[in-house]
């Protein structure tokens, strides 16, 4: 499931970089009012406008709810490993420990 929701929030996020880099800014409507406009599009003058930005409203807020997911199960995952209630493996001592002796000189 971790796997999925990672290769979800990548695709989500190149596919939110290039709509982004698709839009026009704000300086280019003052281009299209002298011709240069985008009115014979597939969506019209203001119909690729809005299809763009609402597009990229739902990745922003599936990005959103990815990035959150991905956040909990890591905080899970950090909880799991520094438990020291949880299930690990057991520790023992050797069986049988080398006494210690020292070296005369």
Known sequence: MFTFILALH???AIAMIGLILIQHG?????GASFGAG??????????????????TAVLTAIFFVTSMTLAVHARKQAEDQFRLDG????????QNPRPLTQNPQ
Do not use: Y
């Open 87 to 94: 299930p690990s493996a057991p520790v023992s001592a050797p």
């Open 10 to 12: 990548i695709i989500v």
């Open 26 to 30: 704000k300086g280019a409507d003052a």
């Open 38 to 55: 985008s009115s014979g599009t597939v969506f019209g003058a203001a119909g690729s406008a809005n299809f763009l930005t609402r597009a």
